[in-house]
């Protein structure tokens, strides 16, 4: 590990100390991922480091592109050509990156290879070429990840823009948890070339540019993902399988399941290859034998935890709301800098794992077929003694920094007729801000604010959907 990443990670263990410290001084119920102000801020900052652009030299001849657009892109150097691990978002970022690679390679490209296919590891693949036709390299089900949920595309959009806080000012802005915010998105997939050649099911061993490497499918965050791997070298690229936060178990921009337990046992199988590097899909490369290996054997072990507390929490009787707040990770593991939760989040990988297995009921009969939500909310105003009593309750409950409850009450009030729907609405858009300040995972932080703002410029319909 190098000085300026032991820095890092030395600054990161006191501010993880610290939101300990302020979880038990809390006053309020608070999610696994809010802590104060300062210290949400005092993080991210933190994890700015992890994309902080520039190529990372990881050996002798391989070369990483950390921080030009959201993902990595790698550049392997072999006898009389190069290898490009994925390629970006569009050739805008993609013809930087590879501008920065000619300092340390001008060979021509022989071979691309795409981990998986999302677009922030495809669409810049034209930008490394010129006159040279390389093979392009991928697995049998390339693309295949994101085909199923088309149909709902139109509000993924919307949640995808939120989740990445595609649309906040300069000054609520922080990051995407594994990737920096701002990236250049106007030329997304222009330069994607398609593969040329298939990585069977059973993995591919090769020579490309006297470079031997080895393909090995890694199902995971995608079903068509891969892993790269240098014997000789002993460097693994491992795709979007490992970065240095927590897994997204789940995105909140809306996927389908994505399979945990076959996630933790890719990692496991990486681990087993005891790296004397691992390159992530995104943030810092881990160097050192020891260093790269405990980190992946530490997350798949996470994931592996979570899907067992899950699995045996279910069995035990209990729904996707209590599992949510009870599981949590192994506490030999919640503060390595690779498992901080900055990008995924436990609560959410639990209900993603719960509705995987099981679908969306929990079980229990009277969630079958609840109330509809106008008719809840006229019986809690009841229950609270009017809809005025209810409206003081939520005003309340955002006075005493209860943002989690203000914005449940909220959600009540806006169905009554006889409510103030515009105090409701500002009681929600000042608790999402509350909640925001205090988060430090990033997705939510970012959907949090993004909503908010939705909110306050009135592009939601009346009844916020
Ligand atoms: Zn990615």
């Known amino acids: 590990m190098n000085k300026s990443l032991v820095s890092?990670?030395?600054?990161?263990?006191?501010?993880?100390?610290l939101m300990s410290i302020f979880a038990l001084t809390a006053g309020v119920a608070r999610g696994q991922t809010q802590v104060e102000p300062d210290t949400a801020l005092r993080m991210l900052n933190a994890q700015q480091q992890q994309f902080q652009r520039g190529v990372v030299k990881v050996s002798d001849n391989v070369f990483t592109a950390v921080g030009f657009h959201g993902a990595n892109t790698s550049m392997i150097v072999g006898t009389d050509g190069v290898i490009i691990v994925d390629t970006l978002f569009g050739p805008a970022s993609a013809s930087n990156a590879a501008e920065a690679f000619r300092q340390h390679s001008d060979k021509p490209v022989k071979a691309i290879i795409y981990t998986h296919s999302h677009g922030d590891h495809t669409g810049g693949a034209g930008a490394f070429v010129s006159d040279e036709r390389p093979d392009i390299y991928a697995?049998?089900?390339?693309g295949s990840a994101e085909g199923v949920n088309k149909a709902v595309n139109p509000v993924k959009q919307k949640r995808n823009v939120r989740q990445f806080g595609r649309k906040l000012s300069a000054a609520e802005s922080t990051n995407r948890g594994v990737a920096p915010a701002g990236t250049i998105d106007r030329d997304r997939g222009e330069g994607f070339l398609p593969p040329t050649i298939t990585v069977p099911s059973g993995g591919l061993k090769t020579t490309i540019a006297g470079v031997e490497l080895e393909f090995h499918l890694a199902p995971g965050e995608t079903d068509d993902a891969l892993f790269v791997w240098l014997p000789k070298e002993k460097i693994l690229f491992a795709g979007d399988n490992f970065y240095n936060s927590f897994p997204n178990l789940y995105a909140i921009r809306g996927t389908a399941y994505r399979d945990v337990l076959n996630w933790s046992e890719t990692v496991a199988k990486m681990a087993a290859l005891k790296p004397h590097a691992v390159v992530p899909g995104h943030t810092m490369p881990i160097r050192g034998r020891q260093a790269a290996t405990t980190a992946l054997?530490?997350?798949?072990?996470?994931?592996?935890?979570?899907?067992?507390?899950?699995?045996?929490?279910?069995n035990a009787g209990k729904g996707p709301d209590q599992l949510a707040?009870?599981?949590?990770?192994?506490?030999?593991?919640?503060?390595?800098?690779?498992?901080?939760?900055?990008?995924?989040?436990v609560p959410h990988a639990v209900r993603a794992i719960y509705s995987g297995l099981l679908?969306?009921?929990?079980?229990?009969?009277?969630?079958?077929?609840p109330l509809e939500p106008r008719t809840k909310a006229k019986k809690m105003a009841e229950l609270a003694g009017g809809t005025q009593a209810l409206t003081a309750q939520m005003e309340a409950a955002l006075a005493k920094q209860d943002y989690q409850w203000a914005l449940e009450l909220a959600d009540h009030a806006?169905?009554?007729?006889?409510?103030?729907?515009?105090?409701?609405?500002?009681?929600?858009?000042?608790?999402?801000?509350?909640?925001?300040?205090?988060?430090?995972?990033?997705?939510?932080?970012?959907?949090?604010?993004?909503?908010?703002?939705?909110?306050?410029?009135?592009?939601?319909?009346?009844?916020?959907?």
């Open 8 to 17: 890092l990670f030395t600054a990161r263990s006191c501010i993880v100390g």
């Open 139 to 142: 697995t049998e089900t390339f």
């Open 297 to 314: 054997e530490d997350y798949s072990e996470a994931i592996r935890s979570v899907y067992d507390q899950t699995v045996r929490g279910i």
């Open 325 to 345: 707040h009870e599981v949590k990770l192994p506490e030999h593991l919640k503060d390595k800098p690779y498992l901080i939760q900055f990008y995924g989040t």
């Open 359 to 369: 679908g969306w009921y929990d079980g229990n009969p009277t969630t079958l077929n």
């Open 414 to 465: 806006k169905w009554l007729a006889d409510a103030d729907r515009e105090l409701a609405r500002k009681v929600k858009i000042a608790a999402l801000r509350g909640l925001a300040a205090r988060e430090y995972n990033a997705p939510d932080r970012n959907y949090y604010l993004s909503y908010a703002n939705e909110l306050e410029t009135g592009q939601l319909s009346e009844l916020w959907f």
